[in-house]
């Protein structure tokens, strides 16, 4: 187990777009064996405690929320220890945006000597291995990546009024995927400063990589895997199946 490496799990929604029910709880059984049940968070969190180079791993959950979260992981996983004796996984309180979840999470972890941190959505129980070997592989030398997709549909930027005001090059854009990988001082120190710019003005940050561009400087993009998708909505339930 490689200790200079942690990931974070955010899990702190409350999963408003899926009519109420918290999408990280829900039952996930694609490419398990017979009798293996997992949730949502369960796979997602399976797949970085089976990575050697992943050591400490932090899931954002919401106000008292531990118990509900735990009774949602596999007892391996929550009976695993760092060579220290704590818990590999542990749990902190999301804040009021996801960014501020991040942000708790990388506080949770100051107290570990860490090189580097992976961040990613609970609610991506597809991820592999592979692409997480692949981010760290990537964030060792860059010092922030992210995985990205190419667009299939043709991109517009819209003016307030509805109409379009630019007609944006499809191949110069992707969609942007987690787990997405850092240098641990550095995207907390982004965090930081987002955290005071967000006290002075009415900003939001959509993911780390903004938050990392703003403040500290260029992200590099390897190829993402099409089947990392993410529950959103209640119609993601039947990639489920």
């Not at 949602?72 to 590999?88: F, H, Q, W």
């Amino acid at each position: 187990m490689d200790l200079s490496i942690a990931a974070v799990i955010c899990a702190a929604g409350s999963s408003n777009r899926m009519g109420g029910a918290k999408k990280e709880y829900l039952p996930f059984t694609p490419g398990l064996s017979e009798g293996t049940r997992l949730t949502v968070l369960g796979a997602a969190v399976t797949a970085f405690a089976a990575c050697p180079r992943i050591g400490p791993i932090v899931i954002t959950i919401p106000p008292n929320g531990e118990n509900a979260a735990r009774a949602n992981l596999p007892a391996e996983l929550l009976s695993a220890k760092l060579p220290s004796g704590e818990e590999r996984i542990m749990f902190t309180t999301g804040g009021p945006s996801r960014r501020a979840s991040v942000h708790n999470a990388l506080l949770r972890l100051e107290a570990f000597s860490l090189s580097h941190v992976l961040i990613h959505d609970g609610a991506r129980p597809w991820i592999k291995r592979g692409l997480i070997e692949k981010i760290i592989d990537a964030a060792l030398q860059y010092g922030a990546v992210i995985p990205g997709l190419p667009l299939t549909e043709t991109p517009k930027e819209l003016a307030p009024d509805g109409s379009v005001k630019r007609h944006l090059k499809r191949a110069q854009l992707c969609g942007a995927q987690t787990p997405q990988g850092f240098k641990f001082s550095e995207i907390l120190t982004a965090h930081e400063k987002a955290a005071e710019k967000e006290k002075l003005e009415n900003c939001e940050y959509t993911d780390d990589a903004e938050v990392w561009g703003e403040f500290i400087g260029q992200v590099m993009v390897i190829p993402g895997d099409p089947e990392n998708r993410k529950i959103t909505y209640p119609e993601d339930l039947r990639r489920l199946t």
